[in-house]
């Protein structure tokens, strides 16, 4: 028989979800590895607990449920290293402590997840760290903004509720040819839809709350990091001790084994709802990156190998102060949907997008934006529902 990882390396992608990370025969052919709870790891004589010759010490270092899991991370991503952490907002902070020390300055797409840029106002000035903000749009324009002292430079592609799509191969060639670290926030795509390694990104960061873990009951991170920057990262997650349970990490493994069928159904479901959108005569925009119309859209097809299964939408608004009124009535009308926050999970959520926070990618302005996360219901559920909603919206 051929060796499985030879196989593996040539299969299809759901194939290798199914198998990758973790070795049967290692745990007497049980199919899942063992959930292992620990922090104790007992050395088996004096010497080697000096030396720490041994593939497990201590329960914040990795146990086996932690390493078949970063396992298969570094095989869906192209990795070195990945570490794990009990939250996707981890999962930014800690390559950010990583690679940022006073003094130094990072550039941050200013359509970034809402609480990384709060970190970045609070905690990293606090630090002595300055931060700007800059247009996702910027491509290799990005060169203009880098400081001497500039040490990172943050991605997030599609960006968080408007879904702008960045140049990323552009804006790496750019940092790098001035000495700072790439980062990614890949959490939309996940590493089956792109994968950021492969197009100059040094660190690529998940919030597997989302599509890994996939049923809105676990927060997790992952951090992955090409060969140059593994140890940097790896060092500054130990140091900080920010590991994450046992308990999660078998769930997020367990998730993604599922994944891929998981995506196409929220990739299917959500276009046919985006496309229908487009002709709805409340809506005003469809913000959905794999949509002809969508700016990005020719990014997105340049780089991606799909679409997950979250967009927005823009209502028709009339005047200003209509706007909140009718985004309530959408969001109070519906029923499938729930009113929540996070995504990628199985049931269909939604959401009034605040752009407030916002210095240079102001967004759009004519009327409210609703995110809504498309889940795993039947496509006629969620468009009736969808349908109640804009009726709603309309009588405001
Ligand atoms: C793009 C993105 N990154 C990171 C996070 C943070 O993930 P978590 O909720 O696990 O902290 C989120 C959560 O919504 C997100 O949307």
């Known amino acids: 028989m051929k060796d499985k990882d030879t196989l593996l390396q040539n299969a299809g992608i759901n194939t290798r979800l199914s198998h990758i990370g973790n070795s049967p025969f290692d ?65 930014v902070t800690v390559p950010f402590l990583a ?22 106002d609070t905690m990293l000035k606090r630090l002595g760290i300055e931060v700007d903000y800059y247009d ?8 203009q903004l880098i400081k001497p002292n500039t040490k990172l430079v943050h991605t997030e592609s599609p960006g968080s509720n408007t879904f702008e799509m960045q140049d990323i191969s552009a804006i790496s060639a750019a940092a790098h040819r001035h000495g700072a670290v790439v980062t990614m926030d890949n959490t939309w795509a996940t590493p089956l839809y792109f994968r950021p390694l492969d197009f100059g990104v040094d660190i690529s960061i998940h919030a597997a709350t989302k599509y890994p873990a996939g049923h809105s009951d676990v927060l997790f991170g992952t951090v992955s990091a090409n060969a140059a920057h593994w140890e940097q990262l790896h060092e500054t997650q130990i140091t900080l001790g920010t590991c994450a349970s046992p308990d999660d990490a ?29 002709g709805v005569d409340e809506v005003s925009r469809v913000l959905h990156p794999a949509l002809p119309s969508f700016p990005g859209h020719d990014l997105w097809k340049r780089d991606f190998k799909g679409a997950s299964g979250i967009f927005s939408i823009v209502l028709k608004g009339g005047s200003p102060d209509r706007h909140k009124a009718k985004a309530h009535a959408f969001l109070d009308a519906l029923g499938i949907f729930g009113l929540g926050y996070s995504w990628g999970g199985f049931e269909c959520l939604a959401v009034h997008v605040h752009l407030g926070d916002r210095r240079v990618a102001k967004g759009p302005q004519e009327g409210p934006v609703l995110r809504l996360q498309i889940g795993l219901e039947d496509v006629k559920d969620i468009k009736a529902d969808i349908e109640r909603g804009l009726a709603a919206a309309r009588a405001v």
């Open 99 to 120: 690679f940022l020390s006073a003094g130094d300055h990072a550039l941050v797409v200013d359509s970034v997840y809402g609480p990384t840029r709060f970190f970045c």
């Open 250 to 278: 078998y769930q997020v493994l367990r998730g993604l084994r599922t994944m891929g069928v998981r995506l196409e159904r929220h990739q299917d479901s959500a276009l046919e709802l985006a496309r229908w959108l487009e």
């Open 136 to 143: 996702p749009l910027v491509g290799a324009g990005i060169e």
């Open 27 to 91: 745990f007497h052919g049980f199919v899942n590895p063992p959930v292992v709870h620990a922090s104790t790891v007992l050395f088996p004589n004096a010497r080697v607990m000096e030396t720490h010759d041994q593939k497990y010490t201590y329960g914040t270092r990795g146990t086996p449920t932690t390493d078949a899991l970063c396992e298969a991370m570094d095989a869906l991503e192209g990795s070195a290293g990945t570490v794990i952490v009990p939250s996707g907002l981890a999962a």
